[in-house]
Structure formats: C-alpha cells, structure tokens
C-alpha cells in the first residue's frame, strides 16, 4: 500500500500520450536551462558590471512577452490545431536560440530573447489545455503535479548540468545543446497523433464567428467569473509576492547578510526547489476537495511565515526554512490549473489557460519591483517586512474573495 501511494505521481505515464508529451516536456526544460545559463555567460562576456542589467532586462522582456501574448495563444488553441501550434512555435524558438551563439551587441540579446518567449507565450498555454483531454480525469492532479514536480527538479539539476556542458564546450556553444535539445522534443511533438490533441469546437449554432478580441476578453471573462479558478489566482498573487522576495533578495542576505559564497546561495536555493519539488509530487493527496481550498490557503500561510523569519536566521535553519518556503509555494500555486481543467469546458480551456498565464505572469511584474524597492531600502529587514505584506494580501483575498459554496460552472461559457 506504501509502495502504492509512493507511485502514485508517476500513475498519469501509463497513459501512453501524456508520457510521450511529457518526455517532450522534460526534454524542452532541460533545453530551457542550457539557454539561462548560455545567456548569463554570454551576459558576463560583455562585461562583469553590464551582467545583472542585461539579465535583468532579459527577465523582464520575458514577462513582458506572457502577459502581452499569452491571452491570444489560448484562443489560437482553442480555434486552430494546437499539434500544430505546439510543434511550429516550438521549432521558431530551436531557430531563434540557434542564432544567440552570433550575438555581438547587447540589443541582439533584447530582441531574441523577447521572441523566443513571445513564441514561449503561444507554446505553454496549448500544452497546458491538452492535459486534461488525453489523461483520465481520475488522474488530472497527479499529471499536472508530475508536471510541476519535473519543471522544479530541472530548476535545480538543469542549470548544473548545462554549467558543467558549458565549461567542457563553451559559453557559446552550449546553445548548439541547446538548440539539439529542441530537435529531440520537436520530434515528439510531431509524432503526437493529431486527433487525440485537438478539439472540434465549433458547434452548429455558431454561425457568428468571434472576433479575437472577443475570444480573448471571453477568456478573462471565464477565468474571473469562476470563483474557484479566480480564487486560486489571487493566491498566486501572494505567492508571487513571496516568491519574488525569495529570488530578488536570497542572494543579498546569503553574501551581504550571512557574508557566505556563491555555493552557499546555490545551496539555499535549491533546498526551496527541493521543497517545490516534494510539494508538487503529493500537491494531488494533500487537498481532494472541489475548490482546493485548503491547499491553497495553507500553502500562502506557510509561505508567508517562512519568509518572515529569513533575515533572523543562520545557514543551517534557513536551508531548512527555505525547504518549507518551497512547499508552500507549491501548494500555493499548482491547483490552478487543476482547476481549470475540472471545472471550465474543454473548448474553452484554450484561451482561458492563455489568460491564466498572462494573469499569473502579470502578478510577478507587480512582486519583482516590490522585491527590490524592500531589498534596497530595508536590507536587515526586507525579509520580515515582505513577509509581513505577504499574509496581510493573503488576509484580504481569504476574507473577501473567498469562493462560496455553489458554483455554477456550467453557466461560464455562455
């Protein structure tokens, strides 16, 4: 039975067509890191002063592209085929990282970054609408954990592998790595059947087509009037603002506070995608109820209380503390998208998905500059005081935007 439980996660890999799509994924993060870490080199060789402005630039174009592009994904994926949008965006982006190893200026580095992830923007949103049309409902949560789960594993493990590669080759090979990355997926991709990805959803009394400005605001319109999916969206919006406070200011309070190394700030940081990691594997056990309520409130609290805490502790508590910080972000945030598979229609997933990723990728733009406006103006205290801001958001979301106990999902897509 214990044996049972332990492999529960990994259940949705029986299903022939998601193992395949999710390799493609694996495969795709793990090219994600070699293309970080390339960049930060690349970043470095222009100069060590120029490094953290034009990686900073690059993060910024890169959410930048979600938040402008992903709404108009979601409804290309629900009205065209989205094999053929995963395969096409996805062979755009192996071009475009094929051209970084030629870069000479630092605008170069702009303007490739931005349309990697415009494409990125169109990419994410249709696979995340196809899970939950070729994996059995009974396994939904376990699939979107085992999703989450590898992409917080490959945060910690890719960047490492992708250093060591790019030690061996160089800074600018590494993205030929890169790019071969890209080709494996890519190959999956088009090996995945058409009919099982797609969905037929025009109906016969549709005979005003929409515009996409009406599908996108529809999208908006779906995934705020669903109580359920909104509330989980908010509670992103507070761990989005614990979140920024860990990558914005760990490095300060691990080199400027604690007066430790770089190895040091790499060991703090993966001990909270450990945790991330942990939580997304059992995400689906710890909360079975409808709205995953309990889940998402706990996991903000945690959050919130752990940061709290950062700035009053050694190495030792706050490797363990950061390991904390990463269950609750977990839990904060992965029933999201369990949700909407659950509770929106399948021929509206698409560009609901795309709104969720603009929406989501919007709080981070809010959480980056808080994170730096406390890292720099309250160095000592940025922690407590992030923390602080924290439950004092997750207060006003639970209080009054709470989901009610009715929800009547099959009026959202009217």
Partial sequence: MKLTKLLEPFQPLRNKLFAKLYL???????????????????????????AAV??????????????????????????????????????????????????????????????????????????????????????????????????????????????IMAIWLGAREIFFVDAATFVIAGILLVSLPKSALDVTQKQEDDTVPHSTWQDVLKGIRLLFSNQYVRFALLIELVSAVAGAMILVNTIVLVKGGLQLTDRDYGIIMAAFAIGATIAAFVSGAVDKSKSRRISLILGALILGIAISAANYLNFSML???????????????????????????????????????????????????LAGFLGT????????????????????????????????????NK
């Avoid at 493609?24 to 120029?50: M, R």
């Avoid at 369990?338 to 997933?349: D, Y």
């Fill in 54 to 163: 034009i990686l900073a630039t690059a993060l910024t174009l890169r959410v930048t592209a979600f938040i402008i592009f992903s709404p108009f994904a979601g409804v290309l994926a629900d009205r065209m085929s989205r094999k053929k949008i995963l395969y096409i965006t996805h062979f755009i982006r192996m071009g475009i990282v094929g051209c970084l190893p030629f870069v000479t200026e630092e605008w170069q580095i702009y303007v490739l970054v931005f349309l990697m992830n415009v494409f990125n923007a169109f990419f994410s949103p249709t696979y995340r609408s196809i899970i939950p049309q070729i994996v059995e409902k009974s396994l939904y949560r376990q699939a979107i954990g085992l999703s989450a789960a590898t992409y917080q594993l490959l945060g910690v493990l890719g960047p490492g592998f992708a250093g």
């Fill in 377 to 412: 103006t309250f160095p000592n205290q940025s922690f407590l005081y992030g923390g602080i801001i924290t439950i004092i958001v997750l207060v006003v979301v639970v209080v009054f935007l709470r989901p009610k106990k009715t929800q009547q999902v099959q009026n959202l």
């Fill in 319 to 369: 490797f363990l503390v950061w390991i904390v910080a990463g269950l609750g972000q977990s839990l904060a945030e992965i029933p999201s998208e369990t949700l909407i598979g659950e509770t929106v229609p399948i021929e509206e997933q698409g560009k609901v998905y795309g709104s969720h990723f603009a929406f989501s990728h919007l709080w981070w733009a809010f959480a980056y500059p």
């Fill in 24 to 50: 493609a994924q694996t495969i795709s993060l793990l090219g994600d890191a070699f293309t970080w870490v390339g960049l930060a080199l690349l970043a470095y060789q222009f100069g060590e002063e120029k």
